[in-house]
T-cell receptor, first 111, second 114 residues
Framework: LAKTTQPISMDSYEGQEVNITCSHN???????ITWYQQFPSQGPRFIIQ???TKVTNEVASLFIPADRKSSTLSLPRVSLSDTAVYYC????????????FGAGTRLAVHP | GAVVSQHPSWVICKSGTSVKIECRSL??????MFWYRQFPKQSLMLMAT?????????EQGVEKDKFLINHASLTLSTLTVTSAHPEDSSFYIC??????????FGDGTRLSIL
């Protein structure tokens, strides 16, 4: 399983765009990049998953360069409710894959 | 889709008690589910992989006799913390999903041992 590295913490203000970058130098050919969000005393919530280039959904965008050794989660116009811990994970494509969580990025959004 | 329900959400009990936590997949069949433990301000730590109809696979350092896992049906996995002690107090979370799709997590169980 590829190890991931993220900033430990980030601060932002309401209305700003937040970009969280994750490094995964040892990503394998069949691996996907998946991001989860976790609020205190709750289980992680799936945000977005991608393999290459760009993926966008209603809450975020995920940018993956051609070498796939890193990825960037982009949260447009954050609000106070986006204050959470964000985890980047590399997941194999086949079967039921166990998830190994790194430390995550603790995002604090200020008024 | 892929809703995972966990029960109870919070439990307080005396030292020496055994506590059972349930994890249900509500709208999908889960042949495999996962159990995690999370201490305050720390990340999730994978404890074990729960396999329907067979023995669970435990991560290194996790006592299988302490944390009993049963996965008797395609929609239910249970984690029993046997003879719990204060150091077992933690936030326990399960996850599951269909093959090849992102996993979904329960809302966790806060276990406090007095």
């Amino acid at each position: 399983l590829a190890k991931t590295t993220q900033p430990i913490s980030m601060d932002s203000y309401e209305g700003q765009e937040v970009n969280i970058t994750c490094s995964h130098n040892n990503i394998a050919t069949n691996d996907y990049i998946t991001w989860y969000q976790q609020f205190p005393s709750q289980g992680p919530r799936f945000i977005i998953q991608g393999y290459k280039t760009k993926v966008t959904n209603e809450v975020a965008s995920l940018f993956i360069p051609a070498d796939r050794k890193s990825s960037t989660l982009s949260l447009p116009r954050v609000s106070l409710s986006d204050t959470a811990v964000y985890y980047c994970l590399v997941v194999g494509s086949g079967g039921y894959n166990k998830l190994i969580f790194g430390a995550g990025t603790r995002l604090a959004v200020h008024p | 889709g892929a809703v995972v329900s966990q029960h109870p959400s919070w439990v307080i009990c005396k030292s020496g008690t055994s506590v059972k936590i349930e994890c249900r997949s509500l709208d999908f069949q889960a042949t495999t589910m996962f159990w995690y433990r999370q201490f305050p301000k720390q990340s999730l730590m994978l404890m074990a992989t729960s396999n329907e109809g067979s023995k669970a696979t435990y991560e290194q350092g996790v006592e299988k006799d302490k944390f009993l896992i049963n996965h008797a049906s395609l929609t239910l996995s249970t984690l029993t913390v046997t003879s719990a002690h204060p150091e077992d107090s933690s936030f326990y979370i399960c996850s599951g999903g269909t093959g090849g799709q992102p996993q979904h997590f329960g809302d966790g169980t806060r276990l406090s041992i007095l």
